[in-house]
């Protein structure tokens, strides 16, 4: 997934997770009502979930050093 491609700075509490990023995307692709995208997020769903585990090692320490530089909330 390509994140804000357009945006060069974007701010943290904007940016999706990291951890399980596609597998929320697809969850959040099944409540859109449209019959294409409920499809393609049922077949890809497993693909994602486990391609965002075998990323788990990367995932993590992107998510906790975007969590550390965040502002959000302050």
């Known amino acids: ?3 804000y491609a ?3 700075d974007p701010t943290s509490c904007d940016m999706p ?3 399980y990023g ?3 995307l697809n969850v959040m692709a ?3 009502g449209e019959a294409w995208i409920i499809t393609y997020g049922l077949i890809d ?3 994602s979930l486990v391609a ?3 990323l788990l090692p990367v995932s ?3 998510q906790i050093n975007n969590s550390v530089k965040s502002d959000c909330g302050r």
């Open 1 to 3: 997934m390509m994140r």
């Open 6 to 8: 357009f945006d060069d």
């Open 22 to 24: 596609g597998t929320t």
């Open 52 to 54: 965002d585990t075998l």
């Open 17 to 19: 997770p990291y951890i």
């Open 60 to 62: 993590i320490p992107m």
């Open 45 to 47: 769903l497993p693909f």
């Open 30 to 32: 099944l409540g859109e």
